[in-house]
């Protein structure tokens, strides 16, 4: 099986794949040795662990440089988060995405941002036109934006399903009977993840950390700072033993990062 039809294979809808978003190249390999069957990317924790905001554009090098440094070294697959395609212009994300594909990433996601359903599935369009073995992960933003519209978010996703998307990605959308009508149009649904969901009771194919564990790993280093300098007992930290072992080796495990060593300080 390859890495397209290996990450397709892991959107059972009811039974969602929980896809954990990482930011650097040691984020990534942790969570994979922790066992997670496949990785995403946050487009917030990638520019803002550079000193850049989310959603401006500026993230594509960054990305792409993630990609390329993660070829070979992860052994699961690699869904790419590329905001909203870092162009408006179909053939300029279609030739991305393949830059991509040779690097091995199983998946992107595409965001339709403040762009028209006509617009959007366009680019949806293009990019399943020349990477037909890349999981195109379509994300409808109404929900997102605050707009809270079902009939528009439905007539989006059937937009970008009929352009070829994969599956469809509703940030923000959490009633149960929104998502079961969202996943009624008969592509995988990504919702995103919040503390409380019950993965039991959704009709989705895929959960998204997004830039939950980036901002969490933000508030632990806080933390510690605080007991730092307060002399308090700090929170359990990832040895620097084992941060190197992650990335000296070829193929981290999981037992590097579940052994009694990993939450000791060096």
């Given amino acids: 099986m390859n890495t397209f039809e290996a990450f397709a294979a892991l959107h059972v809808p009811g039974k969602p794949l929980v896809l954990v978003n990482a930011w650097d190249v040691c984020s990534a390999l942790a969570l994979a040795a922790a066992g997670h069957p496949a990785i ?3 487009s917030l924790g990638i520019t803002a662990a550079a000193g850049l905001p989310d959603g401006a554009g500026l993230g594509r090098e960054l990305t792409t ?11 699961v697959p690699l869904t790419i988060d590329l905001e909203s395609g870092y162009s408006d212009e179909p053939s300029v994300v279609s030739r991305l995405v393949s ?3 040779v690097l091995g990433v199983a998946g ?9 359903a006509a617009a959007h599935g366009a680019i949806v369009a293009a990019v399943r036109a ?3 073995r890349v999981f195109l992960n379509a994300r409808v933003d109404e929900f997102w934006s605050g707009h809270h519209n079902l009939a528009e978010a439905l007539e989006r996703g059937k937009a970008y399903r009929d352009a070829g998307a994969h599956g469809l990605f509703v940030p923000g959308l959490t009633d149960p009977g929104g998502v079961e009508a969202v996943a009624q149009l008969g592509l995988p649904l990504n919702i995103l993840w919040q503390p409380g969901l019950d993965l ?5 194919a895929r959960v998204s950390t997004g830039s939950a564990l980036y901002r969490a790993a933000l508030a632990a280093a806080l933390a510690s700072g605080d007991a730092a300098r307060s002399n308090s007992p700090p929170r ?3 040895t620097y033993s084992t941060v190197q072992a992650l990335l000296r080796s070829d193929k981290p495990t999981v037992e590097s990062v579940s052994n009694p060593k990993f939450h000791e300080d060096d």
């Fill in 65 to 75: 440089e993630l990609a390329t440094r993660l070829q070979g070294r992860l052994q």
């Fill in 130 to 132: 020349v990477n037909d």
């Fill in 99 to 101: 830059e991509l594909a």
């Fill in 40 to 42: 995403g990317t946050t």
């Fill in 108 to 116: 992107v996601n595409l965001e339709d941002a403040d762009r028209t």
């Fill in 200 to 204: 039991r009771d959704t009709a989705a």
């Fill in 236 to 238: 359990p930290a990832v």
